[in-house]
């Protein structure tokens, strides 16, 4: 097989974020759609890799969380219904990590999706192209900006 037909890689090269200061200023780093990436062994999870600017899950209150087993509950959630609120949140145009997506989202950290329904919905909306993402770490997701013109020429026409 050629080299050129095997996966991409997600790189976590020395650790080291790929632009220094903040993940806001993406600008400068690559994105890629339509790249096959391979997420076996070690490599599936890179992607919950917090970037240095990710908003902390609220304080646990006195006595713990009432869900005290949110794998389960969250187990339950319809991948369609992930992926409306995955694209929901992306909608506003700015890139974010998985770790990011899920506190915004449900106040839960990547750890605690790995492996769930948002995982899930996260790689369908990835390989579907619908989402484009960066190959090093601290991986981020957005809507393509081509994607996002359509949007809103279409909401524009209405």
Not at 16 to 27: F, K, L, N, Q
Not at 38 to 44: I, L, Q
Not at 115 to 139: F, I, K, Q
């Amino acid at each position: 097989m050629p080299p050129s037909a095997l996966p991409r890689q997600l790189t976590l090269a020395g650790f080291e974020p790929a632009t220094p200061g903040p993940t806001a200023a993406h600008a400068t780093r690559e994105f890629v759609r339509g790249v096959t990436v391979d997420r076996t062994g070690m490599a599936r999870y890179l992607h919950i890799i917090r970037a240095g600017d990710d908003p902390e899950r609220s304080p646990r209150p006195i006595g713990g969380r009432k869900d005290r087993a949110p794998h389960r509950t969250l187990a339950e959630t319809p991948i369609a219904t992930c992926e409306a609120q995955i694209l929901g949140l992306l909608a506003d145009g700015d890139a974010r990590t998985f770790n990011r997506i899920g506190v915004e989202l449900l106040d839960h950290t990547a750890d605690t999706l790995m492996g769930s329904p948002y995982d899930a919905a996260l790689w369908n909306l990835v390989d579907r192209g619908e989402l484009e993402h960066t190959l090093d770490h601290p991986v981020l997701f957005r809507i393509p900006a081509d994607a996002a013109c359509v949007a809103a020429e279409t909401v524009d026409r209405g």
